[in-house]
């Protein structure tokens, strides 16, 4: 019944499944199961190069494989239950005649569920039982409040501000990645814990189980990649809005800047800088020299992003080369039209790895070459006139069976790209991501989202689980993108989410700030001009009162510029996050895993945001330890619950001291 191999375990079971269990990395292992008579090759997420040294032995009726401090135990039933030391952490659920679970033994549910799909693969399905104490975190970014997913269904796919990172980490002390690119749902629910996917060709998943949070995302980015060296350069302030329309209108807002003795780190051209969606260049009409534009903004000491939509228009210098050589994705029936913003658009097929070569090929003559070496890689879900999964095929198969894959592998195009020409300071800002995009200098934002506190809190939450997913390099649109500057208490909830994003991996402003009453350069459908812009969104864009409020929070994000460059090099390192749960830093504590409105801004800053309007004082948990307020240096004892003050232009922080 049980086959020992090379430190694994194999077993075949009930008619035609093969499941196996080996060690993969720190105090980890991999299970896989299928019901074809050989796995893949496919290892997905689990890309480094990693120990795989257990010890396995078998006793009557089971076989147990240890690594370091996770254990697995299976029966020849084939249930499957992990220890850490002493501890079950997970088990799979079990209610039939035969499993070892005394609960309702004839219902005939097993953990394992492989459901034929007619004339294909499978969709794959795994229970585990439920402990009522569990606390999961990570998955990635969801645009809800919860910061605690327990309880939480989860659509495992990506959308326009959804990022599926299908790795959760437990109060318990493991981590749980579900290694599979498919389409599906993972559902926290509090009778049991289901994943699925919709068609795959066999059941995978890899587990660790550490001392702390520290560790376990220590363990999870060993085996997945950990992001590089964060440029220095790019740690202060990104300019950015809806939408710089000209080569001059760039150039005035950062002579503005330097005139002010504002550093600004980045400017960002946003999309229709180009005549059509696929042509991956600038309008000439409107960009006449942009060498010259990105030598005068080096001067000023500014680098400048270009955004890269992954959109192709039939009428594009590229459409019809790409659509001869089979570069763009596919659709299973009807219409080949897979986006319609502005244009009867296709998307370059990123799986392809002839079509990211073709990409990059064209950013590199168009912008480049120009000296431009920061992209923004926008509609990277990528985003479709409709998510309808199973309508869309890649060079590396439906939508339904690798669709979660196109981000990771849309920003190693561009990642590749930049290493070819000898760069090592890449950062790619982008929409979306899955499991080890951050190996790539993905730089994921949070998407177009709405300009409210509702919204701020769910970035909140987002920003968290999304570090906890091993994503460090993280960001959001600063006063929400879709907004009215004329509405009641915009200024408010700007300033308040300008001091949220000053204690942020990245501070960058952008929205699209309405009312859009701003006439088009022209009146075409096509090219630079016709497209519409939003109202200004500078510093001072806003009146004298707002701008000195953020003008401060800038001053006080350059003062931190070497405390956030030890921060990157820890996320380097240990694939730490740069924001932080408090539970990540005080682990030891119970209040802190409780704890949905504070985090950490790295090791040593706690940070208390006002995420609701009209707020002006809060109540701030501070754990053990001395802690010194940021603004008044007072010097307060920690064990206590506290309540601040926090006027508009005081966000509560924090020292450690």
């Known amino acids: 019944m049980f086959t020992i191999k090379d430190h694994k375990i194999l077993i075949r079971q009930r008619g035609n499944e093969l499941l196996q269990i080996e060690p993969w990395g720190t105090n980890a292992l991999r299970v896989r199961a299928t019901q074809y008579p050989h796995f893949t090759k496919e290892d997905f997420a689990l890309t480094e190069e990693v120990k795989k040294d257990g010890q396995v032995h078998i006793s009557e009726g089971k076989a147990v494989i240890t690594n370091g401090k996770i254990r697995a135990e299976v029966t020849d039933f084939g249930e499957i239950t992990f220890w850490k030391e002493d501890q079950i952490i997970l088990r799979e659920y079990y209610r039939s005649f035969g499993a070892s679970n005394p609960h309702s033994p004839s219902m005939k549910v097993f953990a394992r569920e492989f459901t034929p799909i007619y004339g294909g693969d499978y969709q794959i399905t795994v229970r585990f039982d439920n402990n009522d104490q569990e606390m999961l975190f990570g998955m990635g970014q969801y645009q809800q409040p919860n910061l605690n997913l327990k309880g939480c269904i989860l659509e495992l796919a990506q959308r326009n501000s959804q990022v599926s990172i299908p790795f959760a980490l437990s109060s318990l002390g493991y981590g749980f990645l579900w290694n599979n690119p498919a389409v599906g749902t993972a559902a926290f629910g509090t009778n049991y814990t289901q994943w699925q996917a919709k068609v795959a060709d066999q059941l995978d998943y890899w587990i660790t189980a550490d001392d702390t949070p520290r560790h376990i995302l220590t363990n999870f980015t060993e085996v997945t990649g950990r992001s590089p060296k964060m440029p220095e350069d ?302 200004p969104n500078e510093l001072w864009s806003y009146g004298e009162k707002v701008y000195e409020i953020l003008q401060k929070y800038v001053t006080i994000r350059l003062q931190m510029k070497p405390y956030i460059t030890k921060v990157m090099e820890d996320a380097h390192l240990t694939g730490s996050p740069v924001i932080r749960t408090m539970f990540y830093e005080f682990p030891e504590d119970k209040t802190c895993w409780e704890l949905n409105d504070q985090y950490m801004f790295g090791p040593d800053y706690l940070v208390a945001p006002i995420l609701y309007q009209g707020m002006t004082s809060r109540q701030v948990y501070l754990p053990k330890g001395q802690w010194i307020r940021m603004n008044t240096s007072e010097v307060l004892e920690g064990e206590q619950i506290i309540t601040v003050d926090a006027p508009l232009d005081e966000i509560p922080v924090f020292i450690r001291n």
């Not at 120009?370 to 309808?388: K, M, R, S």
């Open 234 to 535: 790019v740690m202060g302030l990104w300019q950015c809005k809806l939408r710089y329309r000209t080569q001059e209108e760039v150039l005035q807002v950062a002579r503005e800047y330097h005139r002010r003795g504002i550093p600004l780190d980045v400017i960002v051209i946003d999309f229709f800088h180009w005549i059509r969606q696929g042509d991956w260049s600038f309008d000439p009409k409107y960009w006449p020299d942009p060498k010259a534009m990105v030598e005068e903004l080096k001067q000023m000491g500014t680098r400048c992003m270009v955004s890269v939509w992954p959109t192709v228009d039939r009428g594009s210098v590229h459409h019809g080369e790409m659509n001869d050589r089979g570069l763009l994705v596919r659709t299973e029936r009807g219409s080949s039209q897979t986006f319609d913003f502005l244009g009867d658009t296709r998307i370059y097929d990123a799986t392809n790895p002839e079509a990211r070569d073709f990409i990059w090929n064209a950013v590199k003559k168009n912008y480049y070459d120009h000296g431009i070496d920061l992209f923004w890689l926008d509609c990277a879900e990528p985003e479709y006139i409709v998510y309808d999964f199973d309508h869309y095929r890649y060079y590396l198969g439906p939508d339904v069976k690798i669709g979660n894959l196109y981000p990771l592998l849309h920003v190693k195009a561009f990642e590749d790209g930049m290493k070819k020409e000898g760069r090592e300071d890449s950062i790619h800002l982008i929409r979306s991501a899955w499991v080890g995009s951050q190996k790539y200098s993905a730089l994921v934002w949070s998407g177009d989202i709405k300009s409210n506190f509702a919204s701020l809190r769910d970035q909140f939450a987002a920003g968290l689980n999304i570090g906890i997913a091993g994503i460090p390099w993280w960001v959001t649109d600063t006063g929400g993108f879709f907004g009215d500057v004329t509405a009641e208490g915009f200024d408010e909830l700007l300033i308040r989410w300008f001091e949220y994003s000053t204690f942020s991996p990245i501070l960058r402003l952008h929205g699209d700030r309405g009312p859009h009453d701003i006439p088009n350069l022209e009146e075409n459908t096509i090219g630079g001009g016709f497209c519409a812009t939003g109202r």
